[in-house]
């Protein structure tokens, strides 16, 4: 499979590192992205970018996207200027995008209709998973197609799982994110209530860190400036997850609950929090920057 043609659509801070582990593996890897800013950049990194959509497709029989949204994703492949219409039966198409698990079964039920296969793939990782060729995927789709993409995604990921049928992948990647919304969110203020009382936030951090309340968020993406220095919130809230991102998500997750009947509570408060966060300036700003909505001095 490794002199297998692959076009690779969105070249964003997740799609160019992708695209080059995959590139790096062997494959032949043709890309593009609407953005001109973002094909000149990938060029820059050693990507063969194509021209137009429908130039990177040419020859290709497995296409990986790595898109904003939903309705860029629909855009990509559906209707008359699709990409489906242009690619031979038995292509393999995997979106790593995080869409509506809606979203990725009517694009699967089209590309089915076409007699190819597609599963929803989105990750978790962030972008130095992407970079690191560690990230974790959550695939929607059959066991078939998945065997089939397998050593692709190997090229990119640590792990994989199998959740379940087409949407299931971004279902998973859904509870996922408002999990982690939730946690930072309480991170976030079990540090500022440790300062408020005159705690040192990195011996809060390190012994919470060892104990019941550890998390990604204290660990990892520590939401105090200066705890951690890796953190984003140690080079003023940049280069991580985007507030807006984590909006997009939990508007997801409550869409996908609401079409169950499920309650979130946490998740809907979550949600308000972000969207408070978004709508004071910071909505560009990595998501634990919603620790400035507390107020403190420090932050
Ligand atoms: P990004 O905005 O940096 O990149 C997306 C790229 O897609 C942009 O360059 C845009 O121009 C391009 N694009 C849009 N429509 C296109 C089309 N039809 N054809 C070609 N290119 C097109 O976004 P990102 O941070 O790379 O995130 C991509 C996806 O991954 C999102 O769904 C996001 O939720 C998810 N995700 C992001 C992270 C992260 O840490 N950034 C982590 C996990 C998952």
């Not at 002199?3 to 160019?16: E, P, S, V």
């Not at 990938?42 to 990177?56: D, N, Y």
């Not at 039920?109 to 060729?133: E, W």
């Not at 809907?268 to 969207?275: C, M, P």
Request: hydrophobic fraction near 45%.
């Amino acid at each position: 499979m490794k002199n297998t043609h692959i076009a690779f659509f969105g070249l964003g801070h997740m799609g160019a590192p992708m695209a080059l582990n995959l590139q790096s593996a062997g494959y032949t890897v043709r890309s593009f992205d609407l953005s001109v800013e973002a094909c000149q950049i990938a060029r820059e990194k050693g990507l063969t970018v194509s021209a137009s959509a429908q130039e990177a497709v040419a020859g290709a029989h497995m296409v990986f996207s790595m898109l904003p949204a939903s309705r860029h994703v629909e855009a990509l492949y559906l209707g008359n200027q699709g990409i489906l219409e242009q690619l031979p039966q038995g292509s393999l198409v995997v979106d790593c995008s995080t869409i509506a698990p809606m979203s990725a079964q009517k694009v699967a039920q089209a590309a089915q209709l076409r007699g190819m296969h597609m599963i929803d793939a989105p990750v978790s990782g962030g972008t130095a998973g992407a970079s690191a060729g560690t990230l974790t995927f959550m695939v929607g789709g059959t066991p078939e197609a998945l065997e089939l993409v397998q050593p692709a995604l190997h090229a990119m990921g640590r792990y994989i799982f199998h959740i379940g049928a087409s949407g299931a992948g971004q279902v998973a990647k859904l509870c996922n994110n408002m999990a982690l919304a939730v946690i930072m969110g309480v991170t976030a203020e079990a540090i500022s209530l440790g300062v408020a009382h005159g705690l040192d936030p990195k011996v809060l951090s390190e012994m919470m860190a060892v104990s019941t309340g550890r998390s990604w968020a204290t660990e990892v993406c520590n939401p105090w400036p200066g705890v951690l220095d890796n953190a984003p919130a140690s080079r003023g809230y940049t280069g991580g997850f985007g507030n807006d991102l984590m909006l997009k998500d939990l508007g997801l997750a409550a869409e996908a609950a609401i079409s169950v009947g499920a309650t979130i509570p946490l998740g809907e408060l979550a949600r308000n929090l972000y969207a408070l966060n978004k709508n004071v300036g910071r909505g560009g700003l990595d998501f634990s920057s919603v620790i400035m909505l507390l107020g403190q001095d420090a932050c």
